[in-house]
C-alpha cells in the first residue's frame, strides 16, 4: 500500500470512520519514524490496527525511514501488513528536530504499553514532547522509552498538569497511572 501523506490531511467532516482510522495510523507512524533514528528499522509501541478472525493482531509497527526525505516504510511485527508512506516531509506529523542539540546522557525507561497509549493521545505541548511519546519502541510485553533527565522531568510535569485539570475521572486515573509509571519506571 502506497499513500501519500497529504491525501489524508484536513479530511472534510464526515469522512467515514475507515478512513479517518486508517489517517490517524498513517499519522501516528509518520510521528514515530520521524521522532526516532533515520537510517535503522526499528520496533515502535505502535500497535497495529489489523483485526484477522476478529482478534487483536497483537503486532507493533516497525518503521523505516532514510535520509533525508524518501519514503518512510512501515511493516507490522507478526502480520503481513505494510507500505509506503510518501510526502510526510514538512507535514504537520514530521517530528525531525529543526536543530542539532547537545547528547546528554539518556535513560532506557521501561513502561506499560497502556502508559504508552495514553501519552499518545494527549494533546503534547511541543514537538519535543511529541518527539519524546513517538520514540517510545516496543519490547517484549513493555514499551522502552528513552529519554535525557530534562525530557522526562518536561514530560512527567506535563502530565502532572493535565491529570490536574482533567475532568473526566476515568481519564484522571489513567493519567495518574501514567505519571507513577514514569516518576517510577526502573531505568536500564
Ligand atoms: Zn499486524
Redesign the pocket.
Known sequence: MVTYLHHFLDLPAGTPGPARRLAEQLSTIVRAATAGDAGIAWESALP???R?ANRR???RMIVLRTEPTAPIRWQ??????EGIISNWADSPFDLRPRRLTLAHPVNELVIPDEVAAVLRELQLPDAGCERLVFRIRARNDHAVLPATGDDLDELIGFVAAEAGHEPSRRRRQLLDTAFDALSNAPAH
Not at 507490522?76 to 501488513?81: G, I, T
Request: hydrophobic share 10%; with cysteine.
Open positions: 497495529c490496527r489489523r484477522p493482531c497483537p503486532g507490522c511485527s507478526v502480520c503481513d501488513d
